[in-house]
């Protein structure tokens, strides 16, 4: 797993992320289950690397070893996914312009955990906090709170309410209930974040409406 470091700051320059526990090796790099840890070594537009670079010993290549690479398996595998992320660094970030409402319950961290970064048996835990902290490093704007006015709303930007990832029934329904009047706004699930940023591309939020999952 990758553990966070959150000390590390804004000016990543020769800042790579390690993985130590990839699933499988491959001819062109490891692959590894997404979690936090690499969603937010994306985010960061780190380059994730195998543990192996470190038997190189230093001085570190300053171009690595593609067969060194981490390779996050989401919906789909997109090879090119952590070189677009490690490539967009100091450019417009993904999420640029969208506007993201989060709605209801999310995933819960133990309290023990919140202050020392993610342990692998928590990895696969997205809190409200983890959510906002992916979507923030991609540039979005992020409110926790239904606005009190409308036109904070507005559709200059992306804007859409976003639900736990993997919801269930009574999750869009609590949704709907707090939509209301903006039902213009689509309502959608974070997997649409964490398939985004897995290949950093934006994906169609239109595949992740209630109606969408339920034509699958």
């Not at 990839?22 to 979690?35: F, S």
């Not at 010993?57 to 690479?69: A, E, M, V």
């Not at 992020?142 to 200059?156: F, G, K, Y």
Request: with cysteine.
């Amino acid at each position: 797993a990758i553990e966070i470091a959150e000390s590390v700051e804004d000016d990543t320059h020769d800042v790579v992320a390690l993985c130590g526990n990839a699933e499988m090796e491959t001819g062109d790099g490891w692959l590894i289950g997404l979690t936090y840890g690499y969603l937010w070594a994306m985010a960061r537009g780190l380059p994730i690397l195998h543990v192996s670079y470190l038997y190189e010993g230093p001085p570190y290549p300053k171009k690595h070893d593609l067969k060194q690479r981490v390779i996050g398996i989401g919906s789909s595998v997109d090879w090119m996914g952590p070189q677009r992320a490690v490539e967009a660094t100091g450019k417009q970030k993904l999420l640029h312009g969208y506007k993201l409402i989060l709605l209801g319950k999310f995933d819960k961290l133990p309290q023990s955990s919140r202050s020392r970064g993610a342990s692998s048996d928590l990895q696969s835990v997205y809190s409200k906090t983890r959510i906002h902290t992916l979507l923030s490093l991609c540039g979005a704007t992020v409110l926790e709170t239904m606005p009190m006015e409308s036109n904070q709303l507005s559709t200059s930007t992306q804007v859409a309410f976003l639900i736990r990832p993997n919801p269930k029934s009574v999750d869009w329904r609590a949704a709907r209930k707090v939509v209301g009047d903006c039902s213009s706004i689509p309502v959608i699930s974070a997997d649409w974040l964490l398939d985004s940023l897995s290949d950093y591309r934006c994906k169609d939020w239109n595949n992740y409406t209630q109606a969408s999952r339920h034509a699958l």
